[in-house]
């Protein structure tokens, strides 16, 4: 079985501070994790995803997320955000092998970076 | 630049009435998810579809919503009869997965590709 949490609702950032959006998942064999974004009235935007290798991921707009196997975590981060940051952010994770091409879906976190 | 496209962006209609909502996949993509986003419930898959033919709708409530896939170029989403509580945006997404997909394959990476969106609001 497959899981994934987004353990905050919300995340409140001063524009030029450092972001993190953290996600922790639960998988039986090895993790396909991604990082969508949402902004307002617009679909899921694919951001980065981790398949295998380097554990850190470089991605659209100047994110990048860690994937930390000991502490099952793939937060997202920026080093400077922009008020344009501002937006839903969802973590996936895919149990593989054995699991299902059906990506898991955290709730969501609301972004919000105060200019 | 290929994108998912949903028709209509926005519908109200009345309870009791048909509501369809419509899809375009990326072309040669071959995967098609439906799902449903609320304030309460967030992100739900309701259908999953592979090369046309549906392997998940589990999340899908049955007396009242029906998903098809006429041809590549388009999914259907139908809700008879629509009820208030079915107001949400209805997203449909598509993907690729390569030919002798198995779950553990290297090569089913599967990012998803999403619409737009439909807003329904049933009143």
């Known amino acids: 079985a497959q899981s994934v949490a987004q353990p905050e609702d919300q995340v409140n950032v001063a524009e030029g501070n450092p972001l993190t959006v953290k996600c922790t998942y639960s998988?039986?064999?090895?993790?396909?994790l991604f990082w969508y974004v949402q902004y307002p009235n617009r679909g899921l935007q694919f951001l980065l995803k981790?398949?295998?290798?380097?554990?850190l991921v470089k991605g659209s707009y100047g994110f990048e997320a860690e994937f930390n196997k000991s502490q099952t975590s793939f937060h997202l981060k920026k080093p400077s955000a922009l008020v344009s940051d501002s937006a839903l952010y969802f973590c996936?994770?895919?149990?593989?092998?054995?699991?299902?091409?059906?990506?898991?879906f955290g709730r969501g976190t609301s972004l919000i970076v105060h200019p | 630049d290929a994108r998912v496209t949903q028709t209509p962006r926005d519908k109200v209609t009345e309870m009791g009435q048909e509501v369809t909502m419509r899809c375009q996949p990326i072309?040669?993509?071959?995967?098609v998810f439906w799902y449903r986003q609320t304030m309460m419930q967030g992100l739900e898959l309701l259908a999953y579809?592979?090369?046309?033919?549906?392997?998940?709708d589990s999340g899908m409530p049955k007396d009242r919503f029906s998903a098809e896939m006429p041809d590549a170029t388009l999914a259907t989403l139908k809700i008879q009869p629509s009820e208030p509580r079915d107001s949400a945006v209805y997203f449909c997404?598509?993907?690729?997965?390569?030919?002798?997909?198995?779950?553990?394959?290297?090569?089913?990476?599967?990012?998803?590709?999403f619409g737009e969106g439909s807003r329904l609001t049933v009143l």
């Open positions: 072309l040669g993509h071959n995967t």
């Open positions: 998988v039986s064999g090895n993790p396909y």
């Open positions: 579809f592979r090369n046309r033919a549906p392997l998940d």
């Open positions: 996936a994770v895919r149990d593989i092998p054995g699991g299902s091409y059906i990506p898991t």
């Open positions: 981790y398949i295998t290798g380097d554990n």
């Open positions: 997404a598509s993907g690729l997965v390569p030919r002798g997909w198995t779950s553990g394959s290297p090569l089913n990476t599967g990012e998803l590709f």
